[in-house]
């Protein structure tokens, strides 16, 4: 099995950075595809930005331009660097990783605040 450890996020003002990093431990050779989707209060989770195994970054559109998708193939890690923040990105955001098989692992979950 895989394990997901998140780190980053916290408290930012508008138009501020933050970098939300993934890391996986286990069976990582079984992973195909890895991403961040994100949880607002009353809202469904929704997709942010995802990598596909031996592909390149795909960027919702509220995120295109504003966030960077990166990962350490070595360290069996992704990072999600966002800057530019606006309130609406306020939310818990998670890291995904697809197995072979289709086997979903998510994060933990971390918070984004981002004050006006």
């Known amino acids: 099995q895989v394990q997901l450890v998140q780190s980053g996020g916290g408290l930012v003002q508008a138009g501020g950075s933050l970098r939300l990093s993934c890391a996986a431990s286990?069976?990582?050779?079984?992973?195909?595809?890895m991403g961040w989707y994100r949880q607002a209060p009353g809202k469904q989770r929704e997709l942010v930005a995802r990598?596909?195994?031996?592909?390149?970054?795909y960027y919702e559109n509220f995120a295109e331009g504003r966030f960077t998708l990166s990962r350490n193939v070595a360290r069996n890690a992704w990072y999600l660097q966002m800057n530019n923040l606006k309130p609406e990105d306020t939310a818990v955001y998670y890291c995904?990783?697809?197995?072979?098989?289709?086997?979903?692992?998510w994060g933990q979950g971390t918070q984004v605040t981002v004050s006006s």
């Open positions: 286990g069976s990582t050779i079984r992973i195909r595809a």
């Open positions: 995904k990783t697809v197995l072979v098989g289709d086997t979903e692992v």
């Open positions: 990598f596909y195994s031996g592909g390149g970054p």
